[in-house]
């Protein structure tokens, strides 16, 4: 059974379903019950509830015949019944045995056909059962069962569209019983799809299509009306008339979308003549405009559905004619020339190779020949208004070479099993087209074998060009192609950008290029002069030359200079000029570096080397707008690392200098005029979206810039203002403008506009200055972020080199600047790319230069500079960066091996040595001059713990002593004397948290002897000693958290002392503690007060017990009681209040029954903590909270036996209640008073004590009285409920009248 027929069931109609026997597995009685519980349940008012009983039905064995009639059914709602008769019907089928017994079929379906007329209730659930029961009947049962019963719903099929799908489910399912002969009987025609079912036909489409717009599907009885057209031989009178005249004609969302899902749907089915008629037809193009008006985001969009249908197709279908058809289908439905189908659609994947080759010849022909009559051209209705008559063909023909051109170069992007040839194919076009011209037809260029019918202009060219580079881009990062073995040894290398044979792409296209330069049928769109064409053939040679290099040297430098070398090549041919300068730099580079200039010495120091040069051409590629250029250029840069030398390394780090941006003869404008001329290409290529973005954050900046400008221009434009008013007597005093004629007016009028025209010049070419400086700013930050780049490649890869030292300092000075800047989006991304470098690249790098013996003493100035610019810096967050530098440097200098050091390491016992195998190293210092280093960083411990304000944090020397442990010996005096000598308490806590950490290192037992351990052991808990001392009352935050620190620290020193049993005196600390634990000492902080007993522990003090707290006397009882006084009614309070108190002022008092007082009698001196403060509500305050419990309560309380013995059980408990907290005693109450309660409330209904009758009184007759009434409306409540609920536990949530019966 499928899901989709729903869920329900529970029988309406009579009629019997029979009894098998009830086997052996159940008695037939209890199949019976069984049977009758499941049946009954089928019309359950939970509508979760009747798909689990249909379901138990359904596997119930024997459950052939059965009666699904409920007795209840007259008492039932009818949708409740109805559910349950279908549910009934639904567990028959599902259970298999409907089929077998033709009887229970039968009535199955008369019972169905009964449900049908239900359609408030069960919808179209009962239509779609009986399809999908005549889908699984044989033919023969059809013919012979139901065939009868069904008439009347197959004759009225044009009424409905439930009746409609059932009949087109007996055509295909029941060919031989729904004959021509047989349908013609039914409703009069031998065929459903006719020209006279055709309007009954449309009808009942577009309601189809309305029931199911929220599904976003297509109806089913769509499809399967599909189907049968196909079959009946009259698909295009149903599409013609059906679908095009009837189904559009209706301008419906819901109808429209229900013709396009049709139109996706028919693709599979449909043959090749049939597709081309559907593909240019009234519904493609209506779905064009559809695709076309709907590019607001918040509109329904179904081209993402469409391509899903149109990728189903090509996915499955084998037949290439009919791929080939499809996809040229879509690619001519046009808007103004430009294809619907979006360029970069992906369903090309699924294409054969044959019928891919022949769709990309289709698109070069329509490139070359664009023929509009074979589009289906369409114009929305706000381009027709706009239409201008002039040039619309070209137009067209323009937007569809664009369309084009991007669909052959995504091609190739495209995964999918593509050929070389077919790649080379797509990139020679697009390469012949952006550059080049054919003179006439020749057979020797296959791009020239045909001339276009249209000439391509200017624009045109430089469009193609555009594309061409972008799919140059794709070429470089192409994975290797082909099945040969060695082009599978190339794709697990991970080599992108060549062929099988292992020739770049690239290569290939500047052959193709020197082949059509070489050609007289073919001319360039822009012609080499001869130093051009010369340059052009001396990079060919360079070409050549590192090609035979390539075996015999580096063949990844090889590799990376003749993608450089043929890339710029390739831009001879659109900016000649530029590349030119760069083009010769870039030639001698290469021969310099790949001849034997590279292995001697420079005897000249003035020249540059060939490293320099290739640095600033390098410099100056990464300006271009390329990714590919840039991404070339950075892996040259890679390659030429090693070689790199001080003076190209500095070229740039002057990029990233701050304070040289205004200089203009830095590394950033290495080509005057070319550097420009490219910064302004890359402007006009990313000012839209530079634009966009920093907006919004100088807005402001530029109105008040404005404002201040316009201040200081006032006074000179209020003078010339001045001026031209006395020039033109305006300003005459009493002399009124009487004497001023027409024409002197006039005159006065042209000079003073004149005057503002000329001031708004100025104004607006301050603001374009002004804009132009952003811009500018925003290019330069920019190109520091790419040159960024340059930087961490250096770093990578070049980690052992001398020149890293160098790059320190312009880093934290980028950072530093970066840090007090502007803090926009783009400033935010440099420092944070620059930060990561410096932190990951740099500081934390595994490799680091071996051979430092010639700088040590540089690189000693250069920590020692390090830490005081740490230390002298305001901003922790740069000192920490400068400090983290200084820690690197350390490392280096402590991991080097001098030359010329004299001193060996010291042996390590043989415990030590197997304890932690690298402490070998520990004692090593390598170049590092210690005693110089632990002045340095002495200082600066010693400023961070003296100085008020200083840049410094703990974090800085934490992680100081943890990676040097050989700096922990030198400094920890220094720590030690700070427990007293720190500036403030913090500095002194920071001192106690610094000594804990170096403490807790076991390096440091290496470094110290035994005697030295056990000193230091007892400096700092003499030092600790002094510091408690100091200690007075604790009131503020600061000298807590150091009494804090000073107990943690000094747990652990008595700690070690204890368990390694050292020679400490611990008398005069053991005074300090024991002075310490008076009320100004700890006070009544519960963390200080723990730590003090830990540490007193290990002076074998023990924490006493506290003692139960005391309850307050009776007399103190009157303060609150004021509080309280009004909280309870004067009717709920005891008399014997008093009395209990004096009794016993902790436990509950006693009422005059013997039993336990409520929590409201107890004395308002006598509550409990948590009582007070609202965490356990006494009954006083709940006594109404759960009035109207419904049924689902929880009864908290038991029978009157459990209530007995839980009296006994809280009588017992009282005797050891000195022995337990008051909240336990306060539970033991709460539990005493439920258990007793409980047979009070029996009472009421038998014999009541004389005492509580007089004190209930009439009350009880009233409340009895309104119980009686509740209980009739379905709601128990208990007379005395109101007065007994205060006296249970506040989670009973049971009316009590509940727990009497159950009691």
């Given at each position: 059974?499928?899901?989709?027929?729903?869920?329900?069931?529970?029988?309406?109609?009579?009629?019997?379903?029979g009894?098998?026997g009830?086997?052996?597995?159940?008695?037939?009685?209890?199949?019976?019950?069984?049977l009758?519980?499941?049946?009954?349940?089928?019309?359950?008012?939970?509508?979760?509830?009747?798909?689990?009983?249909?379901?138990?039905?359904?596997?119930?064995?024997?459950?052939?015949?059965?009666?699904?009639?409920?007795?209840?059914?007259?008492?039932?709602?009818?949708?409740?019944?109805?559910?349950?008769?279908?549910?009934?019907?639904?567990?028959?089928?599902?259970?298999?045995?409907?089929?077998?017994?033709?009887?229970a079929?039968?009535?199955?379906?008369?019972?169905?056909?009964?449900?049908?007329?239900?359609?408030?209730?069960?919808?179209?659930?009962?239509?779609?059962?009986?399809?999908?029961?005549?889908?699984?009947?044989?033919?023969?049962?059809?013919?012979?069962v139901?065939?009868?019963?069904?008439?009347?719903?197959?004759?009225?099929?044009?009424?409905?569209?439930?009746?409609?799908?059932?009949?087109?489910?007996?055509?295909?399912?029941?060919p031989?019983?729904?004959?021509?002969?047989?349908?013609?009987?039914?409703?009069?025609?031998?065929?459903?799809?006719?020209?006279?079912?055709?309007?009954?036909?449309?009808?009942?489409?577009?309601?189809?299509?309305?029931?199911?717009?929220?599904?976003?599907?297509?109806?089913?009885?769509?499809?399967?009306?599909?189907?049968?057209?196909?079959?009946?031989?009259?698909?295009?009178?149903?599409?013609?008339?059906?679908?095009?005249?009837?189904?559009?004609?209706?301008?419906?969302?819901?109808?429209?979308?229900?013709?396009?899902?049709?139109?996706?749907?028919?693709?599979?089915?449909?043959?090749?003549?049939?597709?081309?008629?559907?593909?240019?037809?009234?519904?493609?193009?209506?779905?064009?405009?559809?695709?076309?008006?709907?590019?607001?985001?918040?509109?329904?969009?179904?081209?993402?559905?469409?391509?899903?249908?149109?990728d189903?197709?090509?996915?499955?279908c084998d037949?290439?004619?009919?791929?080939?058809?499809?996809?040229?289908?879509?690619?001519?439905?046009?808007?103004?020339?430009?294809?619907?189908?979006?360029?970069?659609s992906?369903?090309?994947?699924?294409?054969?190779?044959?019928?891919?080759?022949?769709?990309?010849?289709?698109?070069?022909?329509?490139?070359?020949?664009?023929?509009?009559?074979?589009?289906?051209?369409?114009?929305?209705?706000?381009?027709?208004?706009?239409?201008?008559k002039?040039?619309?063909?070209?137009?067209?023909?323009?937007?569809?070479?664009?369309?084009?051109?991007?669909?052959?170069?995504?091609?190739?992007?495209?995964?999918?099993?593509?050929?070389?040839?077919?790649?080379?194919?797509?990139?020679?076009?697009?390469?012949?087209?952006?550059?080049?011209?054919?003179?006439?037809?020749?057979?020797?260029?296959?791009?020239?074998?045909?001339?276009?019918?249209?000439?391509?202009?200017?624009?045109?060219?430089?469009?193609?060009?555009?594309?061409?580079?972008?799919?140059?881009?794709?070429?470089?990062?192409?994975?290797?192609?082909?099945?040969?073995?060695?082009?599978?040894?190339?794709?697990?290398?991970?080599?992108?950008?060549?062929?099988?044979?292992?020739?770049?792409?690239?290569?290939?296209?500047?052959?193709?290029?020197?082949?059509?330069?070489?050609?007289?049928?073919?001319?360039?769109?822009?012609?080499?002069?001869?130093?051009?064409?010369?340059?052009?053939?001396?990079?060919?040679?360079?070409?050549?030359?590192?090609?035979?290099?390539?075996?015999?040297?580096?063949?990844?430098?090889?590799?990376?200079?003749?993608?450089?070398?043929?890339?710029m090549?390739?831009?001879?041919?659109?900016?000649?000029?530029?590349?030119?300068?760069?083009?010769?730099?870039?030639?001698?580079?290469?021969?310099?570096?790949?001849?034997?200039?590279?292995?001697?010495?420079?005897?000249?120091?003035?020249?540059?080397?060939?490293v320099?040069?290739?640095?600033?051409?390098?410099?100056?590629?990464?300006?271009?707008?390329?990714?590919?250029?840039?991404?070339?250029?950075?892996?040259?840069?890679?390659?030429?690392?090693p070689?790199?030398?001080?003076?190209?390394?500095?070229?740039?780090?002057?990029?990233?200098?701050?304070?040289?941006?205004?200089?203009?003869?830095?590394?950033?404008?290495?080509?005057?005029?070319?550097?420009?001329?490219?910064?302004?290409?890359?402007?006009?290529?990313?000012?839209?979206?530079?634009?966009?973005?920093?907006?919004?954050?100088?807005?402001?900046?530029?109105?008040?810039?404005?404002?201040e400008?316009?201040?200081?221009?006032?006074?000179?434009?209020?003078?010339?203002?001045?001026?031209?008013?006395?020039?033109?007597?305006?300003?005459?005093?009493?002399?009124?403008?009487?004497?001023?004629?027409?024409?002197?007016?006039?005159?006065?009028?042209?000079?003073?506009?004149?005057?503002?025209?000329?001031?708004?010049?100025?104004?607006?070419?301050?603001k374009?200055?002004?804009?132009?400086?952003?811009?500018?700013?925003?290019?330069?930050?920019?190109?520091?972020?790419?040159?960024?780049?340059?930087?961490?490649?250096?770093?990578?890869?070049?980690?052992?080199?001398?020149?890293?030292?160098?790059?320190?300092?312009?880093?934290?000075?980028?950072?530093?600047?970066?840090?007090?800047?502007?803090?926009?989006?783009?400033?935010?991304?440099?420092?944070?790319?620059?930060?990561?470098?410096?932190?990951?690249?740099?500081?934390?790098?595994?490799?680091?230069?071996?051979?430092?013996?010639?700088?040590?003493?540089?690189?000693?100035d250069?920590?020692?500079?390090?830490?005081?610019?740490?230390?002298?810096?305001?901003?922790?967050?740069?000192?920490?960066?400068?400090?983290?530098?200084?820690?690197?440097?350390?490392?280096?200098?402590?991991?080097?091996?001098?030359?010329?050091?004299?001193?060996?390491?010291?042996?390590?016992?043989?415990?030590?040595?197997?304890?932690?195998?690298?402490?070998?190293?520990?004692?090593s210092?390598?170049?590092?001059d210690?005693?110089?280093?632990?002045?340095?960083?002495?200082?600066?411990?010693?400023?961070?713990?003296t100085?008020?304000?200083?840049?410094?944090?703990?974090?800085?020397?934490?992680?100081?002593?943890?990676?040097?442990?050989?700096?922990?010996?030198?400094?920890?005096?220094?720590?030690?004397?700070?427990?007293?000598?720190?500036?403030?308490?913090?500095?002194?806590?920071?001192?106690?948290?610094?000594?804990?950490?170096?403490?807790?290192?076991r390096?440091?037992?290496?470094?110290?002897?035994?005697?030295?351990?056990?000193?230091?052991?007892?400096?700092?808990?003499?030092?600790?000693?002094?510091?408690?001392?100091?200690?007075?009352?604790?009131?503020m935050?600061?000298?807590?958290?150091?009494?804090?620190?000073?107990?943690?620290?000094?747990?652990?020193?008595?700690?070690?002392?204890?368990?390694?049993?050292?020679r400490?005196?611990?008398?005069?600390l053991?005074?300090?503690?024991?002075?310490?634990?008076?009320?100004?000492?700890?006070?009544?902080?519960?963390?200080?007060?723990?730590?003090?007993?830990?540490?007193?522990?290990?002076?074998?003090?023990?924490?006493?017990?506290?003692?139960?707290?005391?309850?307050?006397?009776?007399?103190?009882?009157?303060?609150?009681?004021?509080?309280?006084?009004?909280?309870?009614?004067?009717?709920?309070?005891?008399?014997?209040?008093?009395?209990?108190?004096?009794?016993?002022?902790?436990?509950?008092?006693?009422?005059?029954?013997?039993?336990?007082?409520?929590?409201?009698?107890?004395?308002?001196?006598?509550e409990?903590?948590?009582?007070?403060?609202?965490l356990?509500?006494?009954?006083?305050?709940?006594?109404?909270?759960?009035?109207?419990?419904?049924?689902?309560?929880?009864?908290?309380?038991?029978?009157?036996?459990?209530?007995?013995?839980?009296?006994?059980?809280?009588?017992?408990?009282?005797?050891?209640?000195?022995?337990?907290?008051?909240?336990?005693?306060?539970?033991?109450?709460?539990?005493?008073?439920?258990?007793?309660?409980?047979?009070?409330?029996?009472?009421?209904?038998?014999?009541?004590?004389?005492?509580?009758?007089?004190?209930?009184?009439?009350?009880?007759?009233?409340?009895?009285?309104?119980?009686?009434?509740?209980?009739?409306?379905g709601?128990?409540?208990?007379?005395?409920?109101?007065?007994?609920?205060?006296?249970?536990?506040?989670?009973?949530?049971?009316?009590?009248?509940?727990?009497?019966?159950?009691?």
């Open positions: 059974m499928n899901t989709k027929c729903g869920a329900p069931a529970a029988p309406l109609g009579s009629g019997s379903l009894t098998a009830a086997g052996s597995l159940f008695q037939e009685d209890e199949l019976k019950y069984t009758r519980r499941l049946v009954d349940g089928l019309g359950a008012t939970r509508e979760a509830a009747r798909p689990g009983f249909s379901l138990a039905l359904a596997q119930c064995p024997g459950t052939d015949k059965r009666k699904t009639q409920s007795g209840k059914s007259e008492k039932e709602i009818v949708r409740n019944a109805a559910f349950g008769n279908f549910f009934g019907i639904m567990a028959l089928f599902q259970s298999g045995r409907l089929v077998k017994d033709r009887k079929l039968l009535e199955s379906i008369q019972l169905l056909q009964q449900l049908a007329h239900h359609q408030a209730h069960l919808r179209d659930l009962p239509h779609k059962t009986l399809i999908d029961i005549m889908s699984e009947v044989p033919e023969t049962v059809f013919e012979e139901l065939f009868d019963v069904l008439q009347s719903d197959l004759a009225s099929a044009f009424t409905s569209p439930e009746s409609l799908h059932l009949l087109l489910v007996g055509i295909q399912k029941f031989g019983v729904l004959k021509p002969k047989n349908l013609k009987k039914l409703f009069g025609s031998p065929t459903v799809v006719n020209e006279e079912n055709i309007p009954r036909l449309v009808e009942l489409l577009q309601s189809a299509a309305k029931s199911e717009k929220k599904d976003k599907k297509l109806p089913s009885v769509v499809f399967d009306l599909l189907q049968v057209s196909l079959k009946e031989d009259a698909f295009k009178l149903f599409w013609k008339e059906g679908v095009e005249n009837g189904l559009l004609k209706e301008k419906s969302g819901p109808v429209s979308y229900m013709c396009y899902r049709l139109l996706g749907s028919a693709l599979p089915l449909l043959s090749k003549d049939q597709l081309q008629m559907v593909l240019k037809g009234k519904v493609m193009q209506h779905y064009g405009e559809h695709v076309v008006t709907t590019q607001l985001p918040d509109r329904f969009k179904f081209a993402p559905e469409m391509e899903g249908y149109v189903e197709f090509l996915n499955r037949d290439l004619e009919r791929q080939l058809t499809v996809m040229i289908g879509f690619s001519t439905l046009t808007n103004q020339g430009y294809p619907v189908l979006s360029s970069s992906r369903v090309v994947r699924h294409l054969q190779p044959v019928a891919l080759q022949k769709y990309v010849d289709w698109l070069k022909h329509m490139f070359l020949r664009p023929d509009l009559d074979c589009c289906l051209d369409f114009s929305s209705n706000r381009q027709k208004q706009n239409q201008e002039v040039d619309i063909e070209q137009r067209k023909i323009a937007r569809l070479r664009k369309w084009i051109i991007q669909r052959l170069a995504n091609i190739i992007e495209c995964s999918g099993k593509k050929e070389e040839s077919l790649v080379m194919d797509i990139s020679r076009f697009c390469f012949f087209h952006s550059f080049f011209e054919a003179k006439k037809k020749t057979s020797q260029i296959s791009e020239a074998n045909v001339l276009p019918s249209e000439p391509l202009d200017e624009q045109a060219h430089s469009m193609t060009e555009n594309y061409f580079f972008g799919l140059l881009q794709t070429l470089n990062t192409l994975t290797v192609l082909g099945d040969t073995a060695k082009a599978s040894a190339l794709r697990e290398k991970h080599i992108h950008g060549v062929t099988a044979d292992g020739k770049l792409w690239i290569l290939l296209l500047v052959e193709y290029a020197n082949k059509l330069l070489s050609s007289e049928h073919v001319k360039a769109v822009k012609p080499f002069t001869k130093g051009q064409r010369d340059a052009w053939e001396r990079t060919l040679q360079s070409v050549k030359n590192l090609q035979k290099k390539e075996n015999k040297s580096d063949s990844a430098k090889v590799v990376a200079f003749q993608q450089l070398l043929l890339l090549a390739i831009h001879l041919f659109k900016n000649q000029s530029e590349t030119m300068d760069v083009l010769s730099d870039l030639l001698n580079c290469v021969e310099r570096a790949f001849g034997k200039e590279s292995k001697k010495k420079k005897t000249d120091d003035t020249e540059p080397g060939w320099e040069v290739m640095v600033e051409i390098l410099l100056s590629l990464l300006t271009q707008p390329s990714l590919l250029i840039r991404r070339i250029s950075k892996s040259v840069f890679v390659r030429i690392c070689n790199l030398t001080k003076r190209g390394l500095q070229l740039i780090l002057d990029v990233l200098d701050p304070y040289q941006e205004q200089n203009e003869e830095s590394a950033v404008v290495v080509m005057e005029e070319s550097g420009k001329k490219m910064k302004s290409a890359q402007d006009m290529d990313e000012e839209g979206s530079e634009d966009s973005s920093d907006e919004g954050d100088t807005e402001e900046e530029n109105d008040s810039g404005d404002e400008k316009n201040e200081e221009v006032d006074d000179d434009f209020r003078s010339q203002l001045m001026n031209v008013l006395q020039a033109g007597n305006a300003l005459g005093g009493d002399e009124s403008d009487e004497e001023l004629d027409d024409e002197a007016m006039m005159a006065l009028d042209r000079n003073i506009s004149a005057l503002f025209a000329e001031q708004q010049k100025r104004i607006q070419a301050k374009d200055e002004k804009d132009k400086m952003r811009k500018e700013k925003i290019l330069r930050r920019d190109f520091k972020i790419k040159v960024l780049d340059l930087i961490e490649a250096f770093l990578i890869k070049q980690s052992e080199n001398p020149l890293v030292f160098d790059i320190i300092e312009p880093l934290l000075r980028v950072i530093e600047q970066c840090m007090s800047s502007d803090s926009d989006k783009q400033e935010v991304d440099f420092l944070q790319k620059t930060a990561s470098i410096f932190r990951n690249s740099l500081c934390r790098t595994k490799q680091y230069c071996k051979r430092v013996d010639a700088l040590k003493e540089d690189l000693h250069f920590v020692e500079r390090l830490v005081k610019k740490a230390c002298k810096h305001t901003n922790s967050s740069v000192a920490l960066y400068y400090f983290s530098a200084s820690l690197y440097l350390l490392r280096v200098l402590k991991g080097n091996t001098s030359d010329k050091s004299s001193t060996v390491p010291s042996p390590l016992p043989e415990e030590q040595s197997n304890t932690i195998p690298q402490a070998c190293q520990l004692f210092t390598g170049c590092l210690m005693e110089r280093v632990t002045v340095i960083y002495q200082q600066a411990l010693t400023q961070f713990l100085k008020r304000k200083s840049a410094l944090t703990s974090s800085m020397f934490q992680d100081l002593f943890k990676r040097f442990p050989i700096m922990c010996k030198p400094l920890v005096d220094t720590l030690i004397k700070s427990i007293t000598a720190g500036a403030r308490q913090h500095q002194q806590v920071q001192a106690c948290l610094l000594l804990q950490k170096v403490l807790l290192l390096e440091l037992k290496f470094f110290v002897t035994e005697e030295e351990w056990e000193e230091l052991i007892r400096e700092s808990i003499s030092q600790v000693t002094v510091s408690l001392k100091m200690v007075g009352k604790l009131i935050k600061a000298e807590k958290e150091k009494v804090a620190k000073s107990l943690e620290l000094l747990n652990f020193l008595l700690k070690t002392v204890t368990e390694q049993k050292l400490v005196k611990l008398t005069e053991e005074k300090v503690l024991v002075a310490l634990n008076q009320p100004e000492g700890t006070g009544n902080s519960a963390r200080l007060d723990s730590l003090y007993w830990n540490v007193m522990r290990w002076l074998n003090y023990t924490k006493p017990k506290k003692e139960k707290m005391a309850n307050k006397p009776v007399q103190e009882a009157e303060p609150l009681k004021r509080k309280k006084k009004g909280f309870l009614p004067e009717t709920k309070k005891r008399k014997n209040r008093k009395k209990g108190i004096q009794e016993n002022g902790v436990a509950p008092v006693a009422n005059e029954d013997g039993e336990p007082a409520a929590p409201e009698e107890q004395p308002l001196g006598t409990t903590p948590k009582q007070k403060k609202g356990v509500p006494s009954g006083s305050k709940h006594k109404n909270r759960n009035r109207g419990v419904g049924e689902n309560a929880v009864a908290m309380v038991g029978s009157g036996e459990e209530a007995a013995n839980g009296g006994d059980a809280v009588a017992d408990k009282k005797k050891k209640k000195k022995k337990k907290k008051n909240m336990n005693r306060k539970r033991k109450g709460d539990a005493g008073n439920e258990a007793e309660q409980v047979p009070a409330a029996k009472k009421t209904k038998g014999s009541v004590s004389q005492e509580t009758q007089q004190k209930q009184g009439k009350a009880n007759q009233q409340k009895q009285g309104k119980a009686n009434q509740q209980k009739q409306a709601f128990l409540w208990h007379p005395r409920e109101a007065e007994l609920r205060s006296t249970l536990p506040w989670r009973t949530q049971q009316p009590l009248s509940d727990l009497d019966e159950e009691g």
